[in-house]
């Protein structure tokens, strides 16, 4: 399949309705969100669900997000109650997914045979406006060949699906550069399932209890369901292990100086002159866990690039924004942690 290719310049309502007819036809978009890019497919169509899953090679119980132009929306595709309401009006669009009972029309080879269906509205107006001229819901995942990084950028999309999709739209580097923060509805219980830019203090600000699922921060035991079925599938894996180092600044920055030229180090911005005779990526300045987050899964591809036999990188905190990239660093570090 030869993928039609559309540059930051040449977005308009002509190339999104050339987009939205893609849709429509049961076609493949690659389209980009304030958390990372998506692959896009006629929600409401079971045939063009499953060329997602093709194109990435993903588990079919895996289910698909369900994309929406505006949050009002949410009602026809899912049962909602107060507690939508209240995330919707706090956070949406933007960076949230919802997780309800789904109604009749999602198909199921959308929700990887689940009753329900995660809903987000994002807050990209590219994405909007393509949601908008497909006339139709978006289900997207993340626009990655399974098990590998999310892409933040045009150029790892075209690196993983060029010749898979119909169209990739370019809209330059991703806002956040995580996935979106996932929360699930059930019986008036809030479990957060995947954290991102909303955070759990946000979330905790709005309601009186929220759960968080063990596989946010823990391994689950071998034969474990999560309550995600994506936390079961390995993640952002690099090639070479990944080792996160815990502990003060000053024992990592001596950890990291003993390692030999087959080690790659992911070092913070600043610290990138303490380590000339290294082989280093940075990953963002120190205190500014956003800028972390934008250059996290760019800085796992490009660790990819290197011959690397091993790879070190600080392990997260819990808390705040970070507490996102605890979550995606263990996946990818196959929760490899040495505490100094
Ligand atoms: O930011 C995002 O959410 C991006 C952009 C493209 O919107 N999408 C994304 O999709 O990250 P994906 O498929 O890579 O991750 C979706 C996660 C998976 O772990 C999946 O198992 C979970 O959401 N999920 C989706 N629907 C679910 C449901 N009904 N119940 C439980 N988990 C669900
Ligand atoms: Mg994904």
Redesign the pocket.
Known sequence: MKTRFIGQNEINDITLAAAGEILRDGGLVVFP?E?????GANALDESAAAKIYSAKG?PSD????V?IASPEDADKYAIVGDEYRRLAKAFMPG?L?V?MT?RGCVPFGV??G?D???I?C?ENKIARALISAAGVPVA????NISGKP?PTAAEHVKDDLDGKVDMIIDGGECTFGL??T?V?IEDGKITL??P?AITLDMLEALFDKVEVAEAVTDKLPENARP?????KYRHYAPTAPLWLIGGSDEKRIAYFSAADSDTLLLVFDEEKSLFHNHNVITIGAKADASSQAKRLFAALREADGTAAKKILAPLPKKSGISLALYNRMIRAAAHNIIEL
Request: proline fraction near 12%.
């Open positions: 969100t958390t990372v890019y998506g692959l993903r895996n289910p698909l997000i994309h960076p997914t997780i789904k929700t990887g689940l329900s269906v995660g987000r994002p997207a995942p993340s626009a999310s996935e979106s996932i699930k399932l995947r991102g309550l995600s079925p994506g936390m």
